[in-house]
């Protein structure tokens, strides 16, 4: 039973760029959700999806853009980076849309030089 | 905006000792979920309460949420090397967004 997969495990981007981030949910569970995990800090609600739809969304700018597929799996976006963007990246998936116990993936470590 | 605060932000016990970790919530919570995560992993979901006075437990961990749903805590008895990591605390806002604890991260010394 594979568990939440996200890819890439590392990504160093410069500012200005755009970047792509992707996760595959734990089999069975149609709700995918993003967390930023700046070091030291507890992670922070980016977005989630059900239905292939944006169902909530935190206090994040609108460079911050993701999707989500049929198959459930889903992309995080970010364009125009800055310095402060990096931090972890974490995929979490869950059973129904709201705060269900999240199920989460290695994460991907993003760094903005 | 809603906040969820744990104190400490860091213990430091001997091996065998107990630890707690408080949560604090500024709104009522309809439940509280409490994750662990390693030094360089990811969080993993421990357990959900979701009754007022809840009390759960889990081998040596025990879990308990406030009569009023505004505060929860871990105790751990008698620590272990591999109890290390931060806990994290985690409530659903008034949207229904899952917002953690700012965590408390625990070193056990053998």
């Known amino acids: 039973d594979a568990g939440v997969t996200q890819s890439p495990t590392h990504l160093i981007k410069t500012r200005g760029q755009q970047v792509t981030l992707r996760c595959s949910p734990k089999?069975?569970?149609?709700?995918v959700s993003w967390y930023q995990q700046a070091l030291g800090q507890g992670p922070q609600f980016i977005f989630q999806y059900y239905e292939e739809e944006e169902r909530q969304r935190g206090n994040f700018p609108d460079r911050f853009s993701g999707h989500q597929f049929p198959n459930y799996s889903s992309e995080l976006n970010v364009n125009a980076l800055l310095l402060g963007d990096s931090a972890l990246y974490l995929c979490a998936s869950s059973l129904n849309r709201g705060s269900q116990p999240q199920h989460f993936g290695d994460g991907t470590r993003l760094s903005i030089l | 905006g809603q906040q969820v605060m744990q104190i400490p932000q860091y213990q430091h016990v001997q091996e065998g000792e107990d630890f707690t970790t408080y949560c604090n919530s500024s709104t009522t919570l309809s439940n509280i979920q409490w994750y662990k995560q390693r030094p360089g992993g990811h969080p993993v979901f421990l357990i959900q309460l979701v009754k007022s006075g809840e009390v759960k437990k889990q081998k040596r961990l025990t879990f308990q949420f406030g009569e009023a749903k505004k505060n929860s805590s871990l105790h751990i008895t008698a620590t272990q090397t591999t109890d290390v990591g931060t806990y994290f605390c985690a409530g659903p806002g008034h949207t229904n967004k899952l917002i953690f604890g700012t965590g408390t991260l625990l070193a056990v010394q053998p």
């Open positions: 089999s069975g569970h149609d709700t």
